[in-house]
């Protein structure tokens, strides 16, 4: 039930582009994007919902294919900044009164100058 | 300041001592939740709350109890901790839409 990432891990130069996909065996309602630095607690980045519209800020997007039950995120330019463990979170839909949240194991990116 | 707190930061206790961990919030966040961490399974959710009073199963709540008596604090319990509780223990808010949630600094235990 848990959410696949993919890639475990990724090593980038900074400016180099990444994307890290987030994918579910069962229909979804939203998908939620959060970074974790080393030591630190999870922060938001962004949220999709079902039959809502890819989103962005500033260099980091993401898209929902709903009929594919995955979510992808886009890291374009990336700086030293954006390197850390990237969450999705999955919520479930056709579910009833069920809020649950459902996280993949994560995936590591390092930036390196 | 908006944040979320807990306590405490860091606990070792003994196998079967019971022990509570707190979690307030200062935003009047209807949604709250606790998650444990361990590595290369990423966050797992224990319980979460609606609102006052209301209170549902994540994916692990085994061995773990909690309550939402007031809205601002939501705290967990074990009531019986085993040494494959120990983890580090996060506890989060947002609005009831759970968008945007608010992350506490995180509580590691260790159960010995």
């Known amino acids: 039930q848990q959410p696949v990432q993919s890639p475990q891990a990724v090593i980038l130069r900074e400016g180099e582009d990444a994307v890290i996909n987030c994918s579910s065996s069962?229909?979804?309602?939203?998908v939620h994007w959060y970074r974790q630095k080393h030591g630190e607690a999870p922060v938001f980045l962004m949220i999709l919902l079902k039959g809502g519209e890819q989103k962005g800020h500033e260099k980091i997007s993401a898209s929902f294919n709903e009929k594919k039950q995955q979510s992808s995120l886009y890291l374009t330019a990336s700086q030293l900044s954006y390197s850390g463990t990237y969450f999705c979170g999955t919520e479930r839909a056709y579910v009833d009164s069920n809020y649950q949240l459902i996280w993949g194991a994560g995936t590591k990116l390092i930036i390196k100058p | 300041e908006a944040q979320v707190t807990q306590n405490p930061r860091y606990l070792i206790t003994v196998t079967g001592k019971k022990l509570t961990v707190t979690c307030s919030q200062n935003m009047n966040h209807e949604y709250m939740s606790w998650y444990r961490q361990d590595p290369g399974l990423g966050l797992r959710q224990i319980y979460y709350s609606m609102n006052v009073e209301v209170t549902d199963k994540g994916d692990v709540p085994e061995g773990y109890k909690v309550s939402r008596k007031e809205k601002r604090n939501f705290p967990l319990i074990l009531e019986s901790p085993s040494p494959n509780q120990t983890s580090l223990y996060f506890c989060?808010?947002?609005?009831?839409?759970?968008?945007?949630?608010?992350f506490g600094p995180g509580t590691r235990l260790l159960v010995l």
């Open positions: 069962k229909a979804l309602y939203s």
């Open positions: 989060a808010s947002s609005l009831w839409n759970r968008e945007t949630q608010y």
